[in-house]
Structures are given as C-alpha cells and as structure tokens.
C-alpha cells in the first residue's frame, strides 16, 4: 500500500490496484505510472486546435494521449481513452513508446510544420514522469513542449515539469467550488494555485467549456475573468460551447448567442477572448 501525491485526492494504492484516476498503480511499495509510454492517440494537429492561440500561430505540433483522468466529468468528449469502463480495457491492450521513439517521430514531422510535442487528449500529467522524460529529449531537439491540463496536481509536479514547458492550456471549468466537487470530482482550488503558479513560468491560455444551467450564468463570467485579470489582463481566454455526450446528453448544446454575451463580459476586463465550437 501507498499513498499517490500527484493531485489533491491523495488516493491510498493497495499493491496491484489502481488509484482514482486508473493511470496509477502501486509497485513494490511504491506509486507508479501504469500508464507510462502508454499510447491511446498520436496525430500531427493544427496549434489552434489545442487550443493556443497566441503560440506559433499557424503550426502544427504531433499531439500525443495516454488513458485515464483524475477528473470524472460527465460530459467528457474523450470518455473512450479518460474514465469509462472502455478506456481501462483499451489500456491493458496499448503498446509502449519509449520517448527517444516518440521524438523521433516528432523530428521526422518538422518538415511539415511541426514544432514539437503536446501532451493532451487525457489528463497528461497523472503520468507527468512520461511527460518530463519525453520533454526533456524535446528540447534536447530544439523543439516545443506543449502541455493541455485541467491543472489539477500539486504545484511539486508542475515544478518539476515546467522548466521544460513552453506554453500550456489550462481549464477552468468553472467557478465555484461546488461545480468542480460534485459534477467534475474534483477541486477547483487545486486548479487556481496551479494557474497561479504556471502563468509565471510559460505562455498559458485557459479553456472554459459552458454547460447549460451548470456554469454559465454572466455573473459567474464575471468572477472567472475578473480573477483572471487579477494574474494578468493579457492571458487568453477561450469561452467554449458544450455539445451532449457521454453521461451528459439530456442537456442541449449551449446556446450560441450566449456563448457571444459570455465572451462580451469577458472582454470587459481581457484582452484576449475567443469563442469554440461556435
Ligand atoms: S493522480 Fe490519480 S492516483 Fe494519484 S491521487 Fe490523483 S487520482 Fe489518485
């Protein structure tokens, strides 16, 4: 038995079993990454679609998943690979990739546009030492680290991955504590320390994805950009809108125009607001 201390569940790991999140196990006593090298998606994708877009506008960057989520969000769009019963048997089924093979990979792509590597689809960092050895080796290559995370680990696990970072985006799911606790599963104070801590290291972008009646009233915009702002009025916010899936398909998709109103409120105090899936 041990206890993991990547994010705030602190999950205790009998030997063999798996935490919360399904990506860490415990081994000879001690927690370790099941899902190390563990390949669930790899595609060479445009930067905007991460999204980021302040960073190398117009490249292309080899975007790279593994399985498993320390969040347990009902509308998850990647559900197969994040938290469902399909996603832990397609793990015990995926082949390994060292990270001198995926920066390999990633070099031979530099001829069509890209710029290195970004670790998304699941939540990359509930196996951050895949992601540190993969990204010291990119650099080592003169290339980019790009890292898509809802933020929810200890600021000891983003101090040892962002020297090696060069631009991340980060969710805000929300605003309030119990939108995080009881529909995510997870702790939004986690989430705002690691925004807190990551804006001063790298380029940062934030996502808030909008759920019909969850978190989308204009005052709770409010709040989420005026904190924002509180870090710096430059860090981009991308507003975007929710389509059901997965556990959540007795919602409509989020309406566009309120989408538009959110952004507008949003503006009052950012510099730079866009819209998604609109
Ligand atoms: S990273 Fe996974 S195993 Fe570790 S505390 Fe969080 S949910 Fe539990």
């Known amino acids: 038995m041990a206890v993991c201390e990547v994010c705030f569940r602190h999950c205790d790991i009998e030997e063999g079993k798996f935490g919360f999140c399904k990506a860490r196990t415990c081994k ?3 927690v370790v990454a099941y899902n190390y090298g563990l390949i669930s998606s790899l595609a060479l994708d445009p930067i905007e679609k991460k999204p980021l877009r302040r960073f190398y506008p117009g490249s292309n960057i080899i975007s790279v998943g593994s399985f498993g989520c320390n969040l347990h969000c009902p509308f998850c769009q990647n559900y197969e690979i994040s938290w469902s019963r399909e996603a832990e048997l397609m793990a015990r ?10 920066v390999m990979i990633a070099s031979r792509y530099k001829e069509k546009g890209n710029i290195g590597i970004a670790y998304t689809y699941n939540e990359p960092l509930i196996g951050y030492e895949f992601v540190r050895d993969c990204a010291k080796l990119v650099h080592e290559a003169g290339m980019k680290n790009v890292l ?7 600021l000891k696990i983003l101090k040892e991955i962002i020297p090696y970072i060069d631009a991340m985006n980060i969710d805000l799911k929300g605003f309030t504590d119990e939108y995080y606790a009881k529909l995510l599963k997870g702790n939004r104070k986690q989430v705002m320390a690691f925004i807190e801590e990551a804006v001063k290291h790298c380029h940062v972008e934030l996502t808030n994805l909008i759920i019909p009646d969850e978190n989308d009233s204009e005052e709770e915009m409010r709040r989420l950009s005026g904190w924002i702002a509180s ?8 507003i975007s809108r929710f389509f059901p899936c997965f556990h ?7 309406d566009v125009e309120h989408i538009y109103k959110l952004a507008e409120i ?11 899936n609109c």
């Open 148 to 154: 898509v995370s809802n933020g929810m680990v200890e």
């Open 248 to 254: 959540m398909t007795d919602k409509d998709p989020t």
């Open 266 to 276: 949003a503006r009052e105090q950012l510099e730079f607001v866009y819209t998604g």
């Open 231 to 238: 870090l710096d009025r430059s860090i981009p916010l991308h």
């Open 93 to 102: 089924r995926a082949e390994r990739i060292s990270p001198e093979e995926l």
């Open 28 to 30: 000879d006593g001690k």
